[in-house]
């Protein structure tokens, strides 16, 4: 079954560990994101990424960083977590695909989120 | 820009209407809607493209008119399993030949018997 897969779902840390949070889709979609996301607050993009070695920073500023070696895989890795990174972080894909030979939709599929609490 | 959204937050009795607007400063290639339950992922409802379409799903339908950059999404008889934050995306040319998504701030529903 086709879906998006994150891993660890929950997370506790203490400060200046290293972490990685993994994201993994078998859509085989080109396009994969990271939201940053407080409890009931908005969705804020992190990075983003259009096709293998293609990743691009996101709306907020984020210490963090991604990479892009495999169209499934889209890790984010923190070098050095703080309390100021607690937060759930939510994994994206989505693609293009024509609608009507004129509209092209591009409708962004999430997974479960990894809730970070960092120490 | 990030899309504007309103209300912030709607309580409704069970079998009640509510309205969620979504507007924007900048000239939107499409709308996205998204509801997300409390601790859980956002989870798509539908799209509106350009031309001013309108869409349903069950009893929830939404509108863009594109002129206003401005979309509506529409609860009818409400039933408990609507509360959820609802989250509207507003997509538009960011260069190169691709378009960013860009969410709102949320508007949290919630149902009550």
């Known amino acids: 079954e086709a879906d998006i897969y994150q891993t660890p779902r929950y997370l506790v840390i203490g400060t200046g560990k290293k972490i990685t949070l993994e994201c993994s889709q078998t859509?085989?979609?080109?396009?994969m994101y990271w939201y940053q996301q407080d409890p009931g607050m908005e969705l804020h993009l992190i990075h983003y990424?259009?096709?293998?070695?293609?990743?691009e920073k996101g709306d907020l500023s984020s210490e963090s960083t991604v990479s892009r070696i495999r169209t499934e895989h889209f890790p984010l890795t923190l070098e050095s977590a703080r309390p100021s990174h607690t937060s759930q972080y939510l994994c994206?894909?989505?693609?293009?695909?024509?609608?009507?030979?004129?509209?092209?939709?591009?409708?962004?599929?999430f997974g479960p989120g990894t809730r970070l609490t960092v120490l | 820009q990030q899309p504007v959204q309103s209300p912030q937050a709607v309580i409704l009795r069970e079998g009640e209407d509510a309205v969620i607007n979504c507007s924007s400063s900048k000239a939107l290639y499409s709308v996205h809607w998204y509801r997300q339950k409390h601790g859980e992922a956002p989870v798509f409802l539908m799209i509106?493209?350009?031309?001013?379409e309108q869409k349903g799903h069950d009893k929830i339908s939404a509108s863009f008119n594109e002129k206003k950059q401005q979309s509506s999404l529409y609860l009818t008889a409400s039933q408990l399993s609507y509360s959820g934050t609802y989250f509207c995306?507003?997509?538009?040319?960011?260069?190169?030949?691709?378009?960013?998504?860009?969410f709102g701030k949320g508007t949290k529903l919630s149902v009550i018997p």
């Open positions: 859509m085989g979609h080109d396009k």
């Open positions: 994206a894909s989505s693609t293009i695909r024509g609608l009507a030979g004129r509209h092209y939709i591009d409708e962004q599929f």
């Open positions: 509106l493209l350009k031309g001013g």
């Open positions: 990424s259009y096709g293998v070695n293609s990743t």
């Open positions: 995306g507003t997509a538009a040319y960011s260069g190169a030949g691709s378009y960013q998504l860009t």
